[in-house]
């Protein structure tokens, strides 16, 4: 399979979920401002939902441009972070329909933290798919975003437990880490980096 075969069924696949999670919006059959009022919840959530999706198809698609090569290890890592990309839209409909409750905010957290999860699997196995000296490899191996994602998620996911409301604002703050690119990421981490070590 091509590098632009993979892309281009990803592509597919998000814009498919996207579509679904606008789809989930039940919109009020009342034309009146308390109607609009009632949906603010699942408006949120969609929001929410729709940043994450949309800024992490970018970093896929600067991600695989980087990328000289893939193999099937690259392909089946990409279909396992798409299986969790899927089931999105389910959580965010029910995060958004009963917000604060312990269950539906705990399972959108699990499904967001695995997706991190799985997006670092398929980082990892471009890394090991190109060569050591490419500029991939460079990149992804500077790049600290999805450990500091996964430490944000199971923060998240702790604090769930004491307020339930905190995984959906968890989400927001993951979306913000990886809004900057690649290259400015990677300089805040040095700055840190070196400043915590001075």
């Not at 198809?57 to 991600?63: G, K, P, T």
């Not at 500029?135 to 339930?164: C, E, Q, T, W, Y």
């Amino acid at each position: 399979m091509t590098k632009s075969r993979l892309e281009a069924f990803t592509d597919g696949v998000v814009a498919i979920v996207l579509t679904v999670l606008v789809l989930n919006i039940q919109i009020p059959d009342a034309p009146t401002l308390a109607s609009l009022k009632a949906i603010t919840n699942i408006l949120f959530a969609y929001v929410v939902s729709f940043i994450f999706v949309a800024v992490i198809w970018v970093n896929h698609h600067r991600m695989m441009q980087m990328a000289e090569k893939i193999n099937y290890r690259v392909i089946w890592a990409n279909i396992f972070w798409l299986f969790w990309l899927t089931l999105c839209p389910a959580v965010t409909s029910w995060v958004g329909r009963d917000p604060g409750e312990f269950w539906p905010e705990m399972s959108y957290v699990i499904i967001y933290t695995m997706w991190s999860f799985s997006y670092g699997i398929l980082s990892d196995q471009l890394i090991k798919a190109n060569d050591p000296n490419s500029h991939v490899a460079k990149v992804l191996r500077r790049d600290r975003r999805s450990r500091v994602s996964m430490v944000i998620n199971f923060a998240v996911m702790a604090g769930v437990f004491i307020f339930p409301p905190i995984g959906i604002f968890g989400r927001f703050l993951v979306s913000g880490i990886w809004v900057i690119s690649y290259r400015t990421a990677n300089r805040y981490y040095e700055k840190i980096f070196h400043r915590k070590k001075a």
